[in-house]
T-cell receptor, first 110, second 116 residues
Framework: DAKTTQPPSMDCAEGRAANLPCNHS???????VYWYRQIHSQGPQYIIH???NNETNEMASLIITEDRKSSTLILPHATLRDTAVYYC???????????FGTGTRLQVFP | GAVVSQHPSWVICKSGTSVKIECRSL??????MFWYRQFPKQSLMLMAT?????????EQGVEKDKFLINHASLTLSTLTVTSAHPEDSSFYIC????????????FGPGTRLTVL
């Protein structure tokens, strides 16, 4: 599986958009980009995933660059409850394993 | 999203005893379940992959005789930590995945194990 690179930490003001970047420059054509987050002392929560098109759901938007070497998770209106560690994971088609990196610790402040 | 439960949510045991943790998919059939371990301030580490009706596949460095995994049904997998020692104290998290090739993994809330 391709490795990902994320900034270790980010801050965001409550109500503003949080844009979390992820670099996956070695991604291959059949690999998906998944985003999970982990709030302290809880299991990871699925957020969104995509292959090459941008995706949006009730939680977030995922923007994948045309060359697929990077992506951005957007939380349009961050709240204090969005404070968590966000993991960007690249997963191959029909591959079971999720290999977690160190993620980005997002701190939303009032 | 799909719901995965774990039981117990926390457990304290004496050194040398065995502890069983259950992972259930509540509203879908999970052909594959995964077990992770997370130490404080570290990321999740995959321990093993279990497929219903077959033996689990363990990641390198994980002792299969110490961490017994059973996946007897499409909604239940169990992890038994045998002869637990203080260094086994950790946060154990399971996840479950449906049968489709692109099905998403959903995680349980985790079990905090403390071995005295």
């Amino acid at each position: 599986d391709a490795k990902t690179t994320q900034p270790p930490s980010m801050d965001c003001a409550e109500g503003r958009a949080a844009n979390l970047p992820c670099n996956h420059s070695t991604i291959s054509g059949n690999e998906y980009v998944y985003w999970y987050r982990q709030i302290h002392s809880q299991g990871p929560q699925y957020i969104i995933h995509g292959l090459k098109n941008n995706e949006t759901n009730e939680m977030a938007s995922l923007i994948i660059t045309e060359d697929r070497k990077s992506s951005t998770l957007i939380l349009p209106h961050a709240t204090l409850r969005d404070t968590a560690v966000y993991y960007c994971i690249v997963v191959g088609y029909n591959t079971d394993k999720l290999i977690f990196g160190t993620g980005t610790r997002l701190q939303v402040f009032p | 999203g799909a719901v995965v439960s774990q039981h117990p949510s926390w457990v304290i045991c004496k050194s040398g005893t065995s502890v069983k943790i259950e992972c259930r998919s509540l509203d879908f059939q999970a052909t594959t379940m995964f077990w992770y371990r997370q130490f404080p301030k570290q990321s999740l580490m995959l321990m093993a992959t279990s497929n219903e009706g077959s033996k689990a596949t363990y990641e390198q460095g994980v002792e299969k005789d110490k961490f017994l995994i059973n996946h007897a049904s499409l909604t239940l997998s169990t992890l038994t930590v045998t002869s637990a020692h203080p260094e086994d104290s950790s946060f154990y998290i399971c996840s479950a995945r449906g049968s489709g090739s692109t099905d998403t993994q959903y995680f349980g809330p985790g079990t905090r194990l403390t071995v005295l």
